[in-house]
């Protein structure tokens, strides 16, 4: 789509601020081994087939000089160690808290503290706080140890933990004794499907899901045919039973990327069953009566398919609340007794509204409900049998960490905006709202920067959100040094989240934009849907819309702007660049996904059809083929400088991806601008990375933004 540009953003285009290259000579060769393939009688030839064999000696080889070359450049970059160093300051100004949950009128949360590297597990008993496990202990000089979820016992004498090596979140469950501070002698692998478990009344026992045992070649699933099994504390893990999931029962069925977890709470005579199929937004759920839990013989009753377009559901007493989407795309609340548990006898709790529902928390007192309108989250208190109210909070933001206790009234919640640090409140039964001291205030100052929202339209004159975090007195002249992202799938939104380490770019007199393009969950489900597949195309033209946007409004100009995609955002900046290559001066694909034709043969794969689709559709592929970036990058096109991030442990995104796509710039661009691809062999998809790691990263990547961009303090010399 063209865009107008004022007089003073085409004085500063490309040429206006200059850029040196270092005395480095051209990237690895990369053999090109065409295979060609034919889907439904159009002809794909995939040039670097050969590089997705990442056990063979030849990949491993091209890819670390591929890393080497781009730790080269990076280092020939003059101010990237003072931007580290700034980076490391910012990310040590103060402890940062989350993954917040509550047993037994004890406090649990993971925290980053300054000096240290990892997330370290806490409780607090309302006298003082203690340190319950230090990753750091568990790690080796070959890879380091994260946390990846825990989950407390309702007595609050328990703690399971998941902790997975070098960023893989292939989770080893431990369970960790809070009174001696021992482990107990159960391990139990393949558990990396957990968030937190379904823990029996008493604490006796828990349900978890796990993935199967190695095959005979010794090769494991890591998201498929996966099952829930019954844990007992003390017994054999080689006795638990199986109750629900992938091959355990041949008269009910589950596909491969079916994921099913099990949940009870005090108070309930029934046991919850919610099956995530794959990565789809709508879930199923059965229930059966907690006393006849007998292995596959369970009496499960399916109570909820995926046609009813449920999204989430909670336990109280017998009760069952769910998130509806069913002719409600901004979402609505159900009730359903579960004595009498047909769908169509449920009553609507909460009518749909302007305001998304986003969560539900179980309080003994009442339910906390999250929702958001204008990129703003509300706190709404529905009284078990009585009327839901808005409460008032100090900070318009983000409500994360949204935590209650069943048998306990009110809640916990973190809040937090783009310029506002987070803070962890209480709230009471009363509905009166304290701090809890559990975060100090940062020593950090954004009293110059301020953040806002604007509607930007879109190719198809849909407005589409952007929010702008800049200098309060910025002039919009086209000078800025600014990072655009997106995102863009599954529903999932882009919130308004506080980073003190933003503080570093802000002062490179930058500007912060994210570009809430569709495919996430901004409006609801509708909004998700109008970047879905068929529509996908929607997601990087979006993006586009609000770089133009910021060159047409005088924040930045095409010499002075960077895109960036994550993730399934890979998707995004992946489309952006290659449809207006002139539009940035640099982007990067941070563990991306750029083959969306070989993605379903990954790992990963099988859950992410639901998503994004199947070649074996042929009206998915007609879809998916325009949209893949390895598939849109032309030859002789000049594009923009790209540094292409991956982790070599990513279990989501399989390394190879962001190989091919680094690959396939590198020979097609003739722009003469770099094409690197930073690899960090300690990492994975970002999950399990620690502090250092994430500055390294950082550092990395806007130095070499601001290199592109001109920055005199980042020209090689």
């Known amino acids: 789509m063209p865009y107008r540009c004022t007089l ?53 080889d091209w890819l670390k000089a591929q890393a080497n070359y781009a730790d080269s450049m990076l280092a020939t970059i003059p101010g990237r160690a003072a931007l580290r160093q700034r980076l490391t300051a910012l990310a040590d100004a103060g402890a940062s808290v989350g993954g917040i949950e509550q047993a037994a009128g004890r406090r649990f949360y993971l925290k980053t503290e300054p000096g240290k590297d990892g997330r370290r597990l806490y409780m607090h008993d309302g006298k003082g706080e203690r340190l319950l496990l230090d990753p750091d202990t568990l790690g080796s000089a070959a890879a380091h140890v994260a946390i990846d979820w825990y989950s407390p016992s309702p007595d609050g004498r328990l703690v399971a ?89 041949p008269a009910r069925p589950f596909d491969i990327a079916d994921i099913v977890h099990l949940d009870t709470v005090p108070g309930s005579h029934f046991v919850l069953a919610e099956v995530l199929h794959g990565d789809a937004v709508e879930h199923s759920y059965y229930i059966a009566p907690l006393a006849k839990l007998n292995g596959s013989a369970t009496p499960w009753q399916r109570i909820v398919t995926p046609a009813d377009k449920v999204a989430g559901a909670w336990l109280h007493g017998d009760t069952l609340y769910l998130r509806s989407n069913l002719d409600a795309p901004r979402g609505k609340l159900l009730a359903l007794d579960l004595h009498h548990p047909e769908l169509a006898k449920a009553k609507t709790v909460l009518a749909e509204s302007p305001a998304v529902l986003r969560e539900v928390a179980v309080a003994r007192d009442a339910l906390y409900i999250r929702a958001s309108e204008g990129g703003v989250d509300k706190l709404i208190k529905l009284v078990h049998g009585g009327k839901a109210r808005e409460m008032a909070l100090p900070v318009q933001g983000t409500i994360r960490d949204l935590s209650t206790d069943p048998t306990r009234p009110g809640a916990l919640l973190r809040l937090e905006s783009w310029v506002a640090s987070p803070r962890v409140l209480a709230l009471n039964g009363k509905g009166k709202l304290a701090d809890t001291g559990l975060i100090k205030p940062l020593a950090v100052d954004f009293k110059d920067y301020a953040a806002k929202r604007v509607m930007v339209k879109s190719h198809d004159g849909v407005e589409v959100p952007l929010s702008l975090i800049a200098a309060k007195a910025i002039k919009r002249d086209g000078s800025h040094p600014t990072i655009l992202s997106g995102y863009g799938a599954y529903g999932i939104t882009m919130e308004a989240r506080f980073s003190a380490t933003r503080l570093a770019w802000l002062e490179q007199d930058g500007v912060i934009a994210v570009c809430h393009v569709r495919g996430g969950g901004e409006f609801g489900e509708a909004w998700h849907r109008a970047g879905y597949i068929q529509t996908k195309a929607n997601t990087a033209k979006d993006f586009i819309a609000c770089a133009d946007y910021l060159v047409k409004e005088g924040y930045t100009s095409p010499a002075r702007l960077a895109g960036t995609g994550g993730s399934a955002g890979g998707i995004t900046i992946g489309g952006a660049i290659t449809a207006r290559p002139e539009l940035f001066a640099a982007a990067q694909s941070a563990v991306g996904i750029s083959d969306m034709l070989r993605m379903e043969l990954t790992p990963n794969g099988p859950p992410n059809i639901a998503e994004f ?105």
Not at 182 to 210: M, V
Not at 673 to 687: A, C, E, F, S, T
């Open 8 to 60: 003073l953003a085409l004085l500063l285009s490309s040429t206006a601020f200059a850029t040196s290259m270092p005395s480095l000579s051209g990237p690895p060769a990369t053999p090109i081994k065409p295979v060609v393939e034919d889907y439904f009688g159009t002809k794909i030839t995939d040039p670097y087939r050969w590089l997705e064999d990442m056990k063979s000696a030849e990949f491993r």
């Open 161 to 249: 933990v998941g902790v997975s090596a070098g960023g893989s979140e292939d989770s080893e469950l431990r369970l960790l004794e809070l009174a001696s501070g021992k482990w107990l002698p159960e391990r139990i692998d393949g558990a990396g499907l957990n968030s937190e478990l379904g823990w029996l009344h008493d604490g006796s026992g828990f349900f978890y899901n796990r993935l199967p045992p190695a095959d005979a070649k010794g090769e494991r699933e890591r998201y498929n045919k996966s099952a829930t099994y019954l844990h007992k504390l003390g017994t054999p893990v080689a006795s638990d039973t199986g109750l629900l999931g992938y091959g355990l029962d």
């Open 613 to 717: 689709g199947t070649v074996t559709r042929e009206a998915d592929f007609r879809a998916m083929l325009p949209n893949s970036p390895y598939h849109r990058i032309k030859d002789g096109v000049a594009y923009p400088a790209v540094i292409v991030t991956t982790g070599a442990n990513d279990p989501r995104v399989d390394a190879w991806m962001p190989a091919k796509l680094a690959a396939r710039l590198q020979a097609a661009s003739n722009s003469h601008k770099p094409v690197i691809l930073r690899v960090d062999y300690d990492g994975g998809h970002g999950m399990g990375s620690t502090k250092s790691q994430q500055v390294a990263e950082s550092a990395d990547v806007w130095s070499f933004f601001l290199w592109r961009m001109g920055v005199a303090a980042y020209q090689p010399k």
